[in-house]
């Protein structure tokens, strides 16, 4: 399979345990994203990256929220001390710049309980 | 946060029916595209329209865009119980061309 991959596809978790998603992209597509999405709502934007660069990560993420893309290949999501607000469905795309076509992955659902 | 906002939010309608769905943003943009996801499902990507361009086809789905009043609309034609899902519309702008979603429109096309 050459499509996105995310793993865990389901993650539960206590409230202020720390959490960590991975996202392989389709290869040689240097640019990654990370989105949230909550039912009914649309992708939020989270970060993204161009190769190994974090471009922007969005204003609205507090500081518990990191992402890494070593390498420029494979990317994790980390939340640390998670909170119930947290629950969400985590999807990474990516693309070849500058092409915008975004390929996405099945995403993680992260339930904080 | 959201660049695009869909209209409406739900639709619902007959097959062979056409459906259409509209986007609004809010930035000056590179490109608009339209994406679809099945329930609890990643985003499968449809169509791409420059902002040079004014309308586009594949298919049986038309793309509009009108850069002056920052709108699109999707037009999926002789709808199919298949073609029921969400449709989000995405933006992109900048140098960098940060892709950012809509709301979306929850499509439900009944047999």
């Known amino acids: 399979d050459t499509g996105v991959s995310q793993n865990p596809r389901h993650k539960i978790t206590k409230r202020g345990q720390n959490v960590t998603f991975r996202c392989d992209p389709i290869s040689e597509h240097n640019r990654l994203y990370w989105y949230r999405q909550t039912l009914g709502q649309g992708p939020e934007f989270l970060t993204y990256f161009q190769n190994e660069a974090q471009l922007e990560k969005s204003r609205l993420l507090s500081d518990r929220f990191s992402a890494e893309r070593p390498k420029g290949s494979f990317s994790t999501l980390e939340i640390q001390r998670t909170e119930q607000g947290d629950s969400a469905m985590y999807l990474c795309a990516s693309s070849v710049f500058p092409n915008t076509e975004a390929f996405f992955g099945q995403g993680t659902r992260l339930t904080v309980v | 946060s959201q660049q695009g906002e869909e209209d409406p939010q739900a639709l619902s309608i007959q097959e062979g029916e056409n459906a259409t769905m509209n986007c609004s943003y809010k930035?000056?943009?590179?490109?608009l595209q339209w994406y679809r996801q099945n329930s609890g499902r990643g985003l499968v990507h449809l169509i791409l329209i420059r902002s040079n361009e004014r309308e586009k086809h594949s298919g049986r789905l038309r793309v509009t865009l009108d850069t002056s009043k920052k709108s699109s609309s999707l037009l999926i034609t002789a709808s199919r119980a298949a073609d029921t899902a969400s449709y989000f519309c995405?933006?992109?702008?900048?140098?960098?061309?940060?892709?950012?979603f809509g709301t979306g429109t929850k499509l439900q096309v009944i047999p």
């Open positions: 995405a933006t992109d702008s900048g140098g960098y061309q940060k892709v950012t």
């Open positions: 930035t000056s943009i590179n490109n």
